[in-house]
């Protein structure tokens, strides 16, 4: 009961994170700035870990009441080495020791390791943000641009001067590729495209792969993979409009032994 209740109260801190991870516009930098907001707020809660669980565990009490369920502690042993034993008599301090600070600290580490490679990435973009140049930035430029750095970097200043005039500071990937005009800054609107199209979750092709549990039925058994793989797009993406005409129209243009007159 008190491990269902630590994975709720966590859980509800991680779901804005968890639906932003499947959006299919989803942009690098927004996903690691909610990550790092999502993991300082727990670890605040991880800080003030005693009067949290305190609370949830009042909760607890009152549903054990309910359910005419006592709430007690595991027998302790000396000679036991494979779970957690400490000589702890309370229960709300036994759980708050032995269930809720470990799994914190658990999802915390979870979060840090699932978005380090993504902060080592980001570092090099970060420049196109605050408008610091850095070491980071020069190992960007010379893996994805073969180009001067002094234009490059005269480009960032232009860049940034020109959002302070007009009050415009992008928060994401795709909000800055809307306001880097290709004309004015070639070299940035090349690498924001570069940071809006690096992968951050597996959401959309798991999508796909859930789609074939409806298409892939016995009756479609023995389909050829190009039908499958079409009705797999059309499936997929239903917001893009398509007519009668379209189709008739792409299917003419394949030779058939038999000519349709229509």
């Given at each position: 009961m008190q491990n269902r209740g630590n994975r709720?109260?966590?859980?509800?801190?991680?779901?804005?994170?968890?639906?932003?991870?499947?959006?299919?516009?989803?942009?690098?930098?927004?996903?690691?700035?909610?990550?790092?907001?999502?993991?300082?707020?727990?670890?605040?809660?991880?800080?003030?870990?005693?009067?949290?669980?305190?609370?949830?565990?009042?909760?607890?009490?009152?549903?054990?009441?309910?359910?005419d369920i006592t709430i007690s502690i595991k027998r302790l042993s000396n000679k036991c080495t494979k779970r957690a034993n400490p000589s702890i008599n309370d229960p709300e301090e036994y759980y708050r020791v032995t269930i809720a600070i470990p799994y914190i600290d658990s999802f915390i580490q979870q979060l840090n390791e699932r978005f380090l490679c993504h902060k080592n990435v980001l570092k090099g973009f970060q420049c196109l943000f605050s408008g610091t140049y850095s070491d980071d930035f020069d190992e960007l430029l010379q893996f994805y641009l073969d180009t001067d750095k002094q234009i490059v970097k005269a480009e960032l200043n232009l860049w940034h001067a020109v959002l302070n005039n007009n009050g415009q500071h992008p928060k994401s990937g795709l909000e800055a590729l809307r306001l880097c005009k290709k004309e004015m800054f070639p070299n940035l609107h090349f690498?924001?495209?570069?940071?809006?199209?690096?992968?951050?979750?597996?959401?959309?092709?798991?999508?796909?792969?859930?789609?074939?549990?409806?298409l892939k039925t016995y009756l479609r058994?023995?389909?050829?993979?190009?039908?499958?793989?079409?009705?797999?797009m059309l499936a997929v993406h239903t917001d893009i409009p398509l007519s009668a005409e379209e189709v008739l129209d792409e299917l003419a243009k394949k030779p058939r032994k038999l000519d349709f007159v229509l």
């Amino acid at each position: 009961m008190q491990n269902r209740g630590n994975r709720f109260v966590l859980f509800s801190y991680g779901l804005p994170l968890c639906k932003l991870l499947q959006k299919v516009n989803l942009d690098l930098k927004e996903a690691v700035d909610l990550a790092e907001v999502t993991v300082a707020t727990i670890q605040r809660l991880r800080g003030n870990i005693t009067e949290e669980f305190k609370q949830l565990f009042k909760e607890a009490e009152k549903m054990a009441n309910i359910l005419d369920i006592t709430i007690s502690i595991k027998r302790l042993s000396n000679k036991c080495t494979k779970r957690a034993n400490p000589s702890i008599n309370d229960p709300e301090e036994y759980y708050r020791v032995t269930i809720a600070i470990p799994y914190i600290d658990s999802f915390i580490q979870q979060l840090n390791e699932r978005f380090l490679c993504h902060k080592n990435v980001l570092k090099g973009f970060q420049c196109l943000f605050s408008g610091t140049y850095s070491d980071d930035f020069d190992e960007l430029l010379q893996f994805y641009l073969d180009t001067d750095k002094q234009i490059v970097k005269a480009e960032l200043n232009l860049w940034h001067a020109v959002l302070n005039n007009n009050g415009q500071h992008p928060k994401s990937g795709l909000e800055a590729l809307r306001l880097c005009k290709k004309e004015m800054f070639p070299n940035l609107h090349f690498l924001v495209q570069i940071l809006c199209s690096l992968p951050v979750s597996t959401a959309t092709p798991e999508r796909t792969f859930s789609c074939l549990k409806r298409l892939k039925t016995y009756l479609r058994n023995t389909m050829t993979e190009t039908r499958l793989n079409g009705l797999t797009m059309l499936a997929v993406h239903t917001d893009i409009p398509l007519s009668a005409e379209e189709v008739l129209d792409e299917l003419a243009k394949k030779p058939r032994k038999l000519d349709f007159v229509l």
